[in-house]
């Protein structure tokens, strides 16, 4: 069995935290072909985004705290089964609307190897300690969504769209065999009150309540809401209004999520010098450089791509600085309800992410404005609750 302070462990908790941004990296040089393939036309296409995040967000509010009382490994386990089935049913969707539900069943299972690989980081470790484990995953996890679109691009030239959805079937399958035979239980002390409605409501009431958590969570929200709306709005502005080909599309999304690498490199490096608060205020100065330099790029730019890009990847380095701090940050005051804290951090950052998404999506076939406006505003706001959370401190 793995090891608490071991790369194994490391390894397969960033290999869990993955299955997320494979989801949704993988085949977004696909959203064109998909919509030709099924007849449908953007803003449906990007329903299969949406919803997926919408089924992301839903699927959280159960899985923290029945972990808190059954143990990590077994929902673990059934989460994992049921992504796998929803993987296949994406890969032989016969319509847009076959699609869109089989993509809400595969969030619902994709959710829970993030909010348990969460918790079982609370469950293991504490202080900087879980912030620095948090972006150590992070590390490992961002060759994911560099290498996810030039992969998947190469899967839809070669075998079609469908193959995308094979290979995350096959990842599934991979991680299954990991957490079955080698990833011990974490869970200490299991809760010992019945799992109902009401005491998942008061687990949740029991987190609101403390400032710490909820300025924390408004802080993973929008961090979050800025990288989905890159997610959501840039094959549709970098392939339609920028004129990318599939692959020139998926290195530039690659180089944005080496960007988010060298992030969580840096505030690793930050954490050990000056302290987790101060390199999460980092990393939000950075979200709200790059949101207000891919704003001005718009405005005033020769029209390049660059001018999405470059912004974006000062964004990713902030990102890569700040969310796996914030989180860790947030889950710190609640040992005893660690699984229910990352339920709740995911259930309202996810559904920040899809509101935001059928924003971008709505106008982003259109225009560059709908995604550059977003990250600015998202960046700035980011910005803003930072300051808020350190004038607390002081």
Not at 6 to 32: H, Q
Not at 76 to 95: D, G, K, M, N
Not at 348 to 353: D, G, K, P, S
Request: aromatic fraction near 8%.
């Amino acid at each position: 069995m793995l090891k608490p302070n071991t790369l194994g462990m490391t390894l397969v908790l960033a290999l869990l935290i993955a299955l997320g941004p494979m989801s949704t990296d993988m085949y977004l040089p696909s959203l064109p072909a998909i919509g030709r393939a099924l007849q449908a036309d953007s803003p449906a296409v990007q329903l299969t985004l949406s919803g997926f995040m919408f089924g992301f967000a839903i699927g959280q509010v159960l899985y923290g705290p029945v972990s808190d009382r059954l143990g990590r490994k077994p929902v673990l386990i059934a989460s994992l089964s049921l992504y796998a089935f929803a993987s296949a049913l994406c890969a032989f969707a016969w319509s847009i609307e076959t699609l869109i539900a089989a993509r809400f069943i595969q969030a619902l299972g994709a959710c829970g190897p993030i909010v348990i690989a969460r918790a079982i980081v609370r469950d293991l470790y504490s202080g900087d300690r879980a912030g620095q484990e948090l972006s150590r995953m992070g590390t490992i996890m961002a060759f994911v969504p560099a290498v996810a679109p030039v992969v998947g691009a190469g899967l839809e030239v070669t075998l079609g769209w469908r193959a995308n959805f094979l290979g995350a079937l096959a990842l599934a399958g991979t991680a299954l065999w990991f957490v079955f035979m080698h990833l011990p239980e974490t869970v200490r002390q299991r809760l010992e009150s019945p799992l109902s409605v009401v005491a998942i409501l008061s687990d949740f009431g029991a987190l609101l309540r403390s400032e710490h958590f909820r300025l924390h969570v408004l802080l993973c929200a929008g961090t979050y809401g800025g990288l989905f709306a890159f997610i959501s709005g840039s094959s549709f502005v970098l392939q339609g209004l920028y004129g990318l080909g599939e692959i020139a599309y998926g290195l530039a999304f690659g180089a944005c999520a080496l960007a988010y690498m060298l992030g969580t490199v840096t505030g690793r490096f930050v954490v050990r010098l000056a302290g987790m608060a101060r390199a999460i205020g980092v990393g939000a100065a950075a979200m709200g450089t790059g949101g207000l330099a891919m704003a001005a790029g718009v405005a005033f730019g020769p029209g390049h791509v660059l001018e999405i890009v470059a912004p974006m990847m000062v964004y990713m380095i902030g990102v890569g600085i700040a969310f796996p701090l914030t989180q860790a940050s947030a889950l710190m005051p609640f040992p005893e309800r660690a699984g229910a804290a990352s339920s709740l951090i995911g259930l309202l950052q996810m559904t920040a992410a899809a509101v935001i998404g059928i924003v971008v999506g709505a106008g982003a076939a259109r225009s560059a404005w709908a995604l550059a406006g977003t990250v600015a505003v998202v960046g700035l706001a980011v910005f803003a609750t930072e300051r808020v959370i350190a004038a607390r401190r002081v």
